[in-house]
């Protein structure tokens, strides 16, 4: 193969990459676009399980968000021990992650179990799926710099996943694995209580909001949802790794204004 087809090849990987972490579906032209802030502004509702966010593309209206897989007032009231039982049971019991036959760790979550911050990316990698820790590879030293950058800490925050294993070939999460997946992330942000959820990408947002709209549309937009007696705002903003490849000032930008609404949320400016 000359150098220039590798190139082309690596490119085209770079750019189906990037679409997939952005939802391309729901962003015309995403593929090399800067975002401009008034692809960004629309502001939607505060989504609960009760009264979800209206989808603004008005096609499909989103869902209530399922139960969590355990109810959190049957486990430990002590955080730490509720969420060592919750990865225990999720080891045993959850139906995607037990029948997952290519991976090495169970990657459950990482950081301050009494976190006001809570990130939720997609799935592990690679990197995540060798150390049996989320973020760790590329995308994760960006997000300890974006964390960093809005005064936080890797250590005084909570990062998990949708998805609990890495998914073969890295693919997308189908939204039928986030379904019997997600359920434990409930139960996990349900016994973390934090203040807010930051979604990294499109597919944790789509899950969490229950929407099919867009990332590009609804990041630095917080929507409440609730988990059983829990209702937290979730901020979506992109994932770390769709920001390594459009390391543009604009892009940067957008994401250190989510993160510092997310922190404002939070109490802990
Ligand atoms: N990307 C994710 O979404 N999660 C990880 O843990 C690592 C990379």
Redesign the pocket.
């Known amino acids: 193969m000359s150098r220039s087809t590798a190139a082309m090849r690596m490119a085209a990987r770079a750019m189906i990459e990037t679409d997939r972490l952005l939802g391309v579906t729901d962003v015309p032209g995403a593929v090399g676009a800067s975002v401009s802030e008034n692809a960004v502004a629309a502001p939607v509702p505060e989504a609960t399980s009760t009264a979800p966010v209206t989808d603004t593309e008005g096609s499909n209206p989103p869902r209530p968000l399922p139960a969590p897989a355990i109810d959190p007032v049957s486990l430990d009231e002590d955080v730490v021990a509720a969420l060592e039982r919750l990865e225990s049971l999720h080891a045993e019991r959850c139906g995607h992650c037990t029948n997952s036959t290519t991976h090495r760790s169970v990657?459950f979550g990482d950081g301050d179990p009494h976190a006001s911050v809570m990130f939720v990316?997609?799935?592990?990698?690679a990197?995540?799926d060798r150390t049996g820790r989320?973020?760790?590879?590329p995308?994760?030293e960006l997000l300890d710099r974006m964390i960093e950058s809005v005064g936080l800490s890797r250590e005084g925050v909570y990062?998990g996943?949708i998805i609990k294993v890495r998914p073969q070939e890295n693919r997308t999460p189908s939204p039928d694995e986030c379904e019997v997946c997600g359920p434990w992330l409930l139960a996990q942000i349900a016994v973390i209580r934090p203040r807010v959820v930051v979604a990294?990408?499109a597919?944790?947002t789509k899950y969490l909001l229950q929407t099919t709209t867009g990332i590009t549309r609804l990041r630095g937009c917080s929507s409440r949802i609730r988990i059983g007696d829990f209702s937290v705002p979730v901020v979506p903003t992109f994932?770390?790794?769709y920001v390594l490849r459009q390391y543009t000032p604009e892009v940067r930008r957008a994401v250190w204004e989510d993160l510092k609404q997310a922190v404002a949320i939070s109490g802990e400016d």
């Open positions: 990657v990316g997609e799935a592990p990698g990197e995540e989320p973020f760790v590879g995308a994760g990062i996943n990294l990408g597919t944790p994932h770390p790794a």
